[in-house]
């Protein structure tokens, strides 16, 4: 069944395994680009109920195209429904109403700390990022957070130069002191596999390697010492229903 | 009751230099022709306030308006970053900017707060964060349950200014579509200027439509696709190429500044 | 997702005795139907919670279904006095109600800070009153500004009842008109039911529409009329008359008694 | 002109002169009963332009019919914008962007504070009233406010029985301490005349009777002792236009 198909890139298995965790999500927060195509994908393979929400207010979207921004028209106008930012904010994610959440980041720590606001030193920076955007109230309160990075040195790093989003802070313990509701991140979905958080250390361990990549190698475009799980699993291949639809969706 | 005027004369009235001005608008909606104004009549000093700055601070960061900005996302949406807002804080050009960032969260409230009058709003948010101390906020404790929440300063801009669709002759706006922060904006702000598509006799309220009576609003003005390449949902449509083909454009500062003397500065309002 | 259910199933799976329960609606929408089913299961030792009691808890309480009531307004809106809530508060008829009250002002910015899940909110408010002994409310200072503003607290009610015009059969809301505190109270509640005056295929979006999606209620109902002798604007008008007599009539604890029973114990529920 | 007109009662009187302070409003907050009939006449006879707000949150709303409630279906019909109750406390009562309200009470003091909560003790009261409302926060933050209420020993006392609504307060100051942006109480519109703070005291001060009526029979029917202005004036008779529409209005 496979044969039939070109060859298929990282990026397409990032997007694919994504979106197969969205398999039992009632609502899912996204932003643009990858984790809004996963959301998508998901909607048109696994589970056609699975309700997007941005923060641009629209609830409910269910938009025919990927969308470039995260208020673009199409969302507006298929939403259930539009609320305002700070309706947004306050009602919808702060009260932990929304269950999974997709974060990006510039760089991201062994406890799956965020930061998207600056490389270098903040005042004089070497790339100065967008910023926080909503991710800090995002991380804290939504269900759970799935982070989708590209997998490389630079983006997995020892030390955070900002902690714009609090993963699992510094260890077991981190976000029940600072009172965050949400289970935080329960894994980091990148173009070579998938990390999840040790539950006694909430440190990220390599759990699953997409097809064709081997642990060493995703250990060496990690910035710490990556440890790798006893039982690591490799990545079930996409399916021909998958690769179509993504391919289909990325066509539109 | 809001005064009908045009465009620049608007402006002339509402901006000073070394205002704060927040020209709000969340994706959707977002005032480029008022912006280009602003940089047609060579305002400086402002501190430029706006929850994700978007193309249209970063033509005006990078045409020198700019004191200091207030944050939360200075990104280009579904794009990549922004050139001008970068090479401003970067290397200090064409000038220093002051920045003051927040989480969008933290933004909303600020407005909220401002809209209300208050002096701040309390939310759960920043905890953790670099941004804590990088940012005005504080922490607060609930007298009730002994929380430690986040106190945010009120924003009380001297001017904001968001586009609406649309207008009544005695300055009655209303908008459609994503709301974002501009109803709060206009409320918190001292002054304000609406920008609309259309003035047309009588508003009807539209699916989804919220109203900003006339007399909370200092002046409207027509500015027929005063939105783009941002949208005005039913009218317009958002310039999705338009967002591209700026980040490629915008990364050389020579041609930036030629874009913006052919595309803003050389472009005579149209009269109305 | 909010399952669709007969009211008279809603009320016993989501109602139980103890229960704090908010019947929201702002003179609009005011989920009359509802309440009656609550009388007719009999529930006792509700903690009831309404902005303006009206006619609604009048009756609630005068059948003894109310242990502590949480108001801000006991009025019979441009008539007078509420009959039964006085004679119960004055009188312990037909049974003692502890009551805590606030302002309108607290009470609405209780129920937004029960929808967004924060302990608390801050506002200006209660001031020199005498209501802030009365109350729940806490002095809290500015970390900003050091002015001393005032803290309510939250509330979070066992469960919310509101009515609206309309919902699809995925249990999706839409109301329009006065939207008074109805999505706050649903936000804020462990459980909600919706009454409605009518199940559509599909919501279109109204002028002035607000929907709550289904992922955030419990249960919907249909109860056509159920908002009388409120209204539901566009669908029912408000019988002001019923306003008026309901004065004259509820002096009597007798009269009260019979006029409920024959209209309201009496009344098997229609069908549906 | 006068003569063709009935005899006008003391209630007409009252509605009338509470009309005529709206000339030169541009925003009135109003309850139900004559308030809103008062707001209604002076949009009829001074004011065309004048934006009635009631707190169901129906800003500039134009009933035809005096509204029974504060948010019978005209006045969501008639508005410019409908808003919820956190949105017009928050964004609309709290910041004072309202000119004028009008109030009643059950008691009002020397220094025009209310209660509209309870007679006798408020454990075992005598008459239980329908409570605060909105008034605390309106009287705090709107421009003025202006009382209106029947002239009657029992309303017009020397302590009120419970403080629901500040109006000055203990005198002079007291506002300033309590943070209020508003000017308070301007004046007392009764069926018998008006009563205006005095600017150094704050104290209520007879300074106008309604035609017919004697300064000593308000002061009887006041339960402190009432100060009358030096310069008592008379309210000017109601005109056949002020008393036409208002009766045109009443039986609509």
């Known amino acids: 069944m496979t044969v039939t198909m070109p060859e298929v890139s990282a990026g397409e298995v990032q997007t694919i395994v994504a979106a197969r965790r969205l398999r039992h999500t009632k609502t899912v927060f996204i932003g643009v680009g990858r984790p809004s195509t996963a959301a998508l994908l998901a909607r048109m393979v696994h589970n056609p109920e699975l309700i997007l929400v941005y923060e641009s207010g629209t609830i409910g979207a269910k938009p025919f195209h990927i969308p470039l921004s995260i208020g673009d028209g199409e969302l507006a106008e298929t939403a259930d429904a539009i609320v305002s930012v700070p309706e947004m904010f306050n009602y919808w994610i702060g009260p932990g109403r929304i269950d999974v959440a997709f974060l990006g980041a510039a760089q991201i720590d062994r406890h799956a700390n965020l930061n998207s606001t600056v490389i270098g030193d903040y005042a004089h920076p070497k790339t100065r990022l967008p910023g926080a955007g909503g991710a800090p109230e995002i991380a804290a309160s939504c269900g759970e957070v799935i982070v989708i990075a590209p997998h490389a040195k630079r983006t997995f790093v020892e030390k955070l130069d900002f902690v714009t989003t609090v993963g699992h802070g510094t260890g077991p313990g981190s976000r029940e002191r600072l009172g965050f509701a949400g289970r935080g991140p329960t894994a980091v979905i990148t173009d070579l596999g998938v990390l999840e958080p040790d539950p006694a250390t909430c440190e990220l361990v390599l759990t699953q390697i997409h097809p064709g990549v081997e642990a060493g190698g995703v250990r060496e475009e990690t910035g710490w010492e990556l440890r790798v799980a006893e039982e690591l699993k490799t990545t079930e291949p996409p399916t021909d229903e998958e690769l179509g639809k993504l391919r289909e969706l990325l066509e539109r | ?272």
């Open chain 2, 1 to 272: 009751m809001a005064e009908l005027m045009s465009l620049s004369d608007a402006v002339a009235e509402l901006v000073s230099d070394g205002d704060s001005v927040a020209l709000e608008g969340f994706t959707h909606l977002i005032p480029f022709a008022a912006g280009h104004e602003i940089i047609r009549q060579g305002r400086r000093e402002l501190e430029l306030i706006r929850m994700t700055p978007d193309l249209l601070y970063d033509q005006m960061i990078g045409m020198g308006v700019a004191r200091r900005l207030v944050f939360s996302y200075g990104g280009n949406p579904g794009v990549g970053g922004l050139h001008r807002f970068r090479d401003a804080i970067e290397h200090d050009w064409p000038r220093p900017v002051e920045i003051e960032e927040h989480s969008h969260a933290g933004m909303a409230n600020r407005y909220a707060a401002g809209a209300a009058h208050l002096p701040m709003a309390v939310m759960r948010g920043y905890a953790g964060t670099d941004l804590m101390a990088r940012s005005t906020v504080a922490p607060i404790t609930c007298p009730f349950t002994g929380e430690t929440l986040t106190a945010v300063p009120a924003l009380r801009p001297d001017v904001a200014i968001v586009h609406a669709q649309e207008a009544d002759y005695e300055g009655n706006v209303q908008l459609w579509g994503i709301p974002g922060v501009q109803k709060e904006a206009v409320l918190a702000a001292k002054r304000s200027l609406v920008t609309v598509e259309r003035i047309v006799d009588k508003l009807e309220l539209a699916p989804g439509g919220i109203v900003i009576p006339s007399w909370v609003i200092t002046a409207v003005a027509e500015a027929p696709g005063g939105s783009r390449p941002s949208y005005s949902l039913g009218l317009t449509d958002r310039d999705n190429d338009f967002y591209k083909f700026w980040d490629k454009m915008s990364r050389d500062r020579q041609q930036f500044t030629e874009w913006m003397n052919e595309n803003v500065l050389g472009k005579e309002l149209s009269k109305r």
